[in-house]
């Protein structure tokens, strides 16, 4: 691709994860350009840090459509009026409907806040701590149909420790989170995942030598 | 406890497990004795493996008995006369009644081949590839009635790689297995785990400091 991909970034909340992505473009690791931010509401922090960074920033009012559906065509929309071709969903707190999965297929990311399959769904590390696992974590994956169940591109493991609240777990999730939803974002736009099933499979990186090696290397290693 | 702690281990197959367990005992990791090894079947490799190291090796056929809860009834007969204080579950490929349970009350223990919740039951190493995850692993926990819902002790985690087969991965866990089903069970020899609901507490290790220090030390390390 000779330009960089487009990306649109759905946000209710503080959008962590959204500043994450942003700082990776904005030091040329990433690729991409987030083209638009797009909020259910108008009180979201990820707005703000939005607007901080020059990005165009959306309040798409749920309240003011019928339904699910009808405001998945208003998102569509306004999508593909900047262009958008990836989808990342940050801390986006609506079940999207197939509206939106079926106008930008295996282009629709999220990240949860658990080892999946274990633990989908809300207050995803208050569930692992009530379970009483020892180990648990965050999923970068794409979205399909169900709560939290498509196909998976990242894992990251973090502990569970003695005394624990959701706070202090979910801080320590929440730098996994950034670290990996940015990769996953790299990944998608240097063209490397493919889905197949429920198998995502990661393409070599680019600077990997696959075929031939010459000795002594005729350039310096990037 | 003067007398080491005395374990019952049930095995159906190979009993990799026991190995493990048998071997950190032999070289004096764990203060406790095997006193019997149990299995439904006769041609169960663990109970070879337990002749070779002197422990009592008893064929329980549970075919001569009319269900599961008779069948226990034998099973705690027989960890009764051997004078049994854990019960250690490796590879045994029957589910347990509360017949067994309410006879050692927090004192059975299994490991299950991933991060549970995730992938419960049969085939748990296919389950994961057929998901797609990325990380799996195992998990060391106190039986209860449900099938690998019981309390958890320890959890180990493994990466998924590209071209795994259920062989495959399944050795990379049962590597794991073989560090953290022996460390559970030294753990419940020095009286360091207490159950309170869905929480295991592991205190601390007897040679952690944890009153004062004194300075300089007037004993070395252990």
Request: with cysteine; proline share 8%; net charge negative.
């Amino acid at each position: 691709m000779s330009t960089p991909l487009k990306i649109g970034v759905l946000v209710s909340g503080s959008g962590s994860n959204l500043q994450s992505i942003i700082t990776q473009i904005e030091n040329g690791t990433i690729d991409a350009e987030i083209v638009c931010v797009i909020s259910n509401r108008s009180d979201a922090y990820g707005l703000e840090r939005a607007q901080r960074h020059k990005i165009p920033a959306i309040h798409l009012d749920h309240r003011r459509f019928s339904g699910r559906e009808a405001y998945d065509v208003a998102l569509v929309e306004t999508l593909r009026e900047y262009g958008v071709r990836l989808v990342v969903l940050a801390g986006f707190m609506r079940i999207v409907t197939p509206v939106l999965l079926n106008a930008f297929p295996h282009a629709v990311l999220n990240i949860h806040p658990a080892l999946l399959p274990a633990f989908p769904g809300l207050h995803a590390q208050q569930q692992a701590l009530d379970y009483g696992v020892r180990l648990t974590g965050c999923t970068v994956h794409f979205v399909d149909a169900g709560t939290d169940t498509g196909p998976i591109i990242i894992q990251a493991a973090v502990p569970v420790l003695p005394g624990d609240t959701e706070e202090s777990l979910s801080a320590r999730i929440q730098t996994e989170e950034h670290r990996i939803y940015p990769a996953a974002v790299r990944m998608f736009a240097e063209g490397r995942l493919s889905v197949n099933g429920r198998t995502v499979t990661i393409a070599p990186h680019p600077a990997t030598p696959t075929g031939s090696l010459e000795n002594p290397a005729v350039e310096p290693p990037a």
